[in-house]
């Protein structure tokens, strides 16, 4: 584990520090003042002049740039990511505010999408060309068609609008004054249909690539012996061929993690959910550019840190990667 550790972190210590930079070089590469270019033009005709004060002061903007980059990574470093002069409060105490929703919904979609994905799959290859296998296959290959914010949009329609059978927007039912366990169960309903909107949009994919892993795993000559041996079919099936399926889909899931979290920012737009994705939608009509920036920030680190927990588990599926080279 060590090892691993040893050979990864460098490089997604690069990658962050290329973020980083980006992140710091985009708005002064717009003609104009830098602290203009960050927080738009409309924000500095309202900004107090012991505000913007504060803000070439803390960003050095009215230095070299080589200062400035310094001083924007001791900001950083700091949780520094600015001032939303929108929410009159730090960026990234207003991001935080709206994280644990995200969390909440890509956290849920994820588990439910992976779990479902990977044991339909292997079910589906263990049977192949069996009824079973014919109908999972032809329904989710029918189901990668369809974008997950249109799957949110039909359902909104359908099980909102005509059935009423959920809520159509928010996290919670205004002033309802719920405690304990009702409270619960109002989160729960108004996280039903943007969270099964996105475990069908990506339980398909997981799906797929489970089943193609476990059609191929299967005639591998361990699985023969396995049976040779009088192992439970149960036992070969999930044991033997099932966890060896598993590696392409955590590799899977690692690429498709940052496109699990633009799905989401789309999705909590449609059903008004309070996460990352509404506050980027209303920072894009205020022109908060130092909320746009910041989101952007923490969703690229947040997919950094994702896949490298992803590279240890690595280590724990297939423990013959903790010597490769």
Known sequence: MRSIIGRNLPTYFAALLIILSLNFILPRMMPGDPLMAIYGEEALVAMTPELKAFLLRSFALDKPIWEQFFAYLYQMGRGNLGFSYYHSAPTLEVILGR??????LIGSALILSTTFGILLGIESGW???????????????ALTGFPDFFLGMVFLLVFGVSLGFFPLSGSLTPYSGLSGLPLLFDMVRHLILPVS?????????????????MVTVLREPYILSARAKGLPERVICYRHAGRNSLLPVVTRTGIWL????????????????????????????????????????????????????????????????????
């Open 258 to 325: 940052g496109r699990i979290i633009t799905g989401t920012l789309f999705i909590e737009v449609i059903f008004a959910y309070p996460g990352l994705g509404t506050l980027t939608y209303e920072a894009l009509l205020a022109r908060d550019y130092a909320v746009l920036q910041g989101v952007l920030l923490v969703v690229a680190i947040v997919v950094l840190l994702a896949n490298f927990s992803l590279d240890l588990l690595y280590a724990r599926i297939d423990p013959r990667i903790q010597h490769a080279h």
């Open 99 to 104: 994280v644990p929703w995200t969390i909440l």
């Open 197 to 213: 909107a996105l475990t069908l949009g990506h339980m398909a994919g997981t799906y797929l690539l489970t089943r193609s892993a």
């Open 127 to 141: 049977r192949r060309g069996k009824p079973l296998d014919r109908s999972l296959l032809s329904g989710f290959m």
